[in-house]
């Protein structure tokens, strides 16, 4: 009988005190676990930094300067060292030379193993044959990187979008006179290039991954006669120079990790 | 020009009255209701083409047809404006008289830029399942990028095509009506789409005898024609199969021995060895209107069309199998020709343009 008393009290008392209104409330305190991931952009002519129209010297000796350098970039992800992968955002990217950063969101802390990205775009976005996929018509929003582009991003005639349009002019001897144009208007899935950089970093909330890719666009001519390589729309007799020029884009372009990535107090 | 498109709808209400076609025409807001009148004047109803000796219209959702949308796709389509130089319009090589072609052996672009191949029509162009000679493009809507920025044709980016749209006097306050949007990528495509999509051919002397039974609507020359065309000897059928005159498939009908001024589909798929030369399948309706042939014009006339037939084509290697030739008499010839002018389709758009 005590017993019970003693419990129907306990529980009077427990009823009691959490009504109470004005005691005080605990909460944890807000804990930011969240990394962000950002991806710089260094575009260089050899040791000279790039800019469209601006006239570079090749080891030759020919001037050339660029007109149109753009290219697509898709599924940014982090991985951490159990194959546990987090998509950045956006999806898609349409990098010009007067871009600088891309903010790609945010990983939770822990180990960021490895970061991959495409150049140009997925297989399952790209159309490719005349079959079905996303079209630059399907979007209302200008802003998306995938709608159409003053650059024309996009071969209608053949469906799919173009992952990297490089347009210039190359003036052999030197002479003041551009003699040649050239023009690189590369893509269809064949085309993709995925590139996996290490990370391998142990960040914690507030830390930021600064990944940076550099863009060598003398590397991307090296080895590039400008005399009979000057045009490829990636089809038909020029798909093999198509091929070559995606493969010089591959090579001229460089990822790696800027920092340790620590936040700084 | 609404009353081109107005004509249209009522052609197309007049068919549903005599049976021959459904025209479902439905309020958007009463879709449900059956035996609704028909409000023909209302710009936001939905036009559901549904024709039947023929599959139904493939329509992606969303993407439906209403009055103001073909009407304000209509007065796209025939306007300069688009145009980098403001001196042609999508009409240009797609002549309402010529069954929307041009008549030439290639399309002329702006500032006279000469273009590699033969205006197509685009009489039920909604029922292709791909675009261009070549199946390069899957949807209307995106198809309508390519003429724009072609550099022989009308040279013009889309992006600039859009903001010119957005900067008429006109057209942003018609957008908005049409769409209750803002001129986009989107809704400037689909507006010309719809209007493409109101381009239907399906009721000619053919139709009338082939499939609704009126045995008098072909004389007996173009049943002898008719004859002919279904025979395996000629096996023309095999790839111009009824009700769209066509199957959509690419072949190399042996036109040319060389093919390196246009492969055809191997432009698309970059595989020379398996598809070099190879073009879709045309559509034979109205084919009489459409002179002249072929994907780079080159043949003048259906004589010669036959001549190039009969005669086996071009040893290219990938040429069809039933490309094998036949001999064909001169008043056969003739009645193979009567009966492929049989296919002008004599309701549709004659009395409407």
């Known amino acids: 009988m005590k017993t019970k008393f003693l419990s129907l009290l306990a529980l009077a008392l427990m009823f009691t005190t959490s009504c109470k209104e004005d005691d005080p409330v605990v909460t944890d305190p807000i804990i930011n676990t969240s990394v962000a991931v950002n991806l710089h952009y260094d575009f260089n002519f050899g040791s000279n930094d790039f800019a469209l129209n601006t006239e570079y010297t090749l080891d030759n000796g020919s001037k050339v300067r660029y007109t149109l350098a753009t290219y697509y970039l898709s599924k940014p992800v982090i991985m951490d060292d159990a194959g546990g992968k987090t998509a950045l955002s956006p999806e898609y990217l ?55 582009q003053p650059e024309n991003m996009y071969w209608t005639w053949a469906s799919g979008y173009i992952f990297v349009k490089i347009e210039g002019e190359v003036d052999f001897e030197a002479d003041g006179t551009y003699d040649q144009v050239f023009k690189y208007h590369l893509g269809t899935n064949e085309f993709r290039k995925d590139r996996t950089t290490m990370v391998h970093s142990d960040v914690l909330g507030g830390d930021t991954i600064n990944m940076v890719m550099t863009i060598d666009y003398k590397e991307f001519l090296n080895g590039v006669d400008l005399n009979t390589e000057f045009l490829t729309m990636s089809m038909g007799d020029a798909r093999p120079l198509g091929i070559k020029m995606m493969n010089q884009f591959d090579q001229a372009v460089t990822i790696s990790k800027l920092g340790d990535g620590k936040k700084s107090n | 020009m609404e009353k081109r498109v107005t004509n249209i709808l009522l052609k197309l209400s007049n068919i549903w009255k005599g049976g021959l076609a459904l025209i479902s025409l439905s309020l958007l807001f009463s879709a449900c209701v059956k035996n609704a009148p028909l409000v023909l004047s209302e710009p936001k109803a939905v036009l559901e083409v549904a024709i039947p000796h023929f599959p139904p219209m493939p329509i992606d959702s969303g993407k439906f047809i209403t009055k103001g949308r073909a009407e304000l796709g209509e007065d796209l389509f025939f306007d300069p404006l688009l145009s980098r130089n403001f001196d042609i319009s999508c009409a240009s090589c797609h002549l309402t008289n010529s069954a929307f072609t041009d008549g030439l052996k290639v399309s002329v672009g702006t500032e006279g830029r ?240």
């Open chain 1, 94 to 148: 349409l990098i010009r030379p007067d871009v600088a950063i891309s903010n790609l969101g945010f990983i939770k802390e822990g180990h960021a193993h490895l970061f991959n990205i495409s150049v140009g775009i997925d297989s399952a976005a790209n159309t490719d044959n005349g079959s079905t996929g996303v079209q630059p018509t399907d979007f209302l929003n200008p802003d998306n990187p995938l709608s159409p």
């Open chain 2, 114 to 353: 000469l273009h590699n191949r033969n205006s197509p029509t685009l009489f039920n162009v909604a029922w292709q399942p791909y675009l261009f000679m070549d199946g390069g493009n899957p949807s209307l809507e995106s198809q309508v990028i390519g003429p724009i920025e072609e550099h022989r044709e009308m040279d013009l980016a889309f992006t600039e095509a859009i903001a010119r749209v957005a900067a008429d006097a006109k057209y942003p306050a018609r957008f908005q009506e049409v769409f209750n949007l803002p001129v986009s990528a989107y809704t400037l495509s689909l507006a010309l789409a719809s209007y493409e999509r109101t381009l239907v051919s399906y009721r000619s002397a053919f139709d009338e005898y082939y499939y609704y039974g009126d045995s008098n609507a072909l004389n007996s020359e173009e049943k002898k024609g008719l004859a002919l065309f279904t025979s395996e000897a000629l096996s023309c059928v095999s790839c111009h199969q009824f009700p769209l005159t066509t199957d959509f498939s690419f072949q190399n009908n042996g036109l040319h021995d060389d093919y390196t001024s246009d492969p055809g589909r191997a432009r698309v798929t970059n595989n020379l060895a398996a598809n070099e030369g190879q073009f879709k399948v045309a559509t034979l309706r109205n084919i009489a209107l459409t002179a002249p042939y072929m994907h780079d014009g080159s043949l003048a006339n259906l004589e010669a069309v036959i001549a190039h037939y009969a005669s086996g084509g071009s040893a290219h290697p990938l040429k069809s199998d039933l490309i094998r030739g036949f001999s064909i008499s001169a008043p056969d010839k003739a009645a193979l020709i009567a009966f492929l002018e049989s296919l002008t389709d004599t309701v549709s758009y004659k009395s409407v343009y």
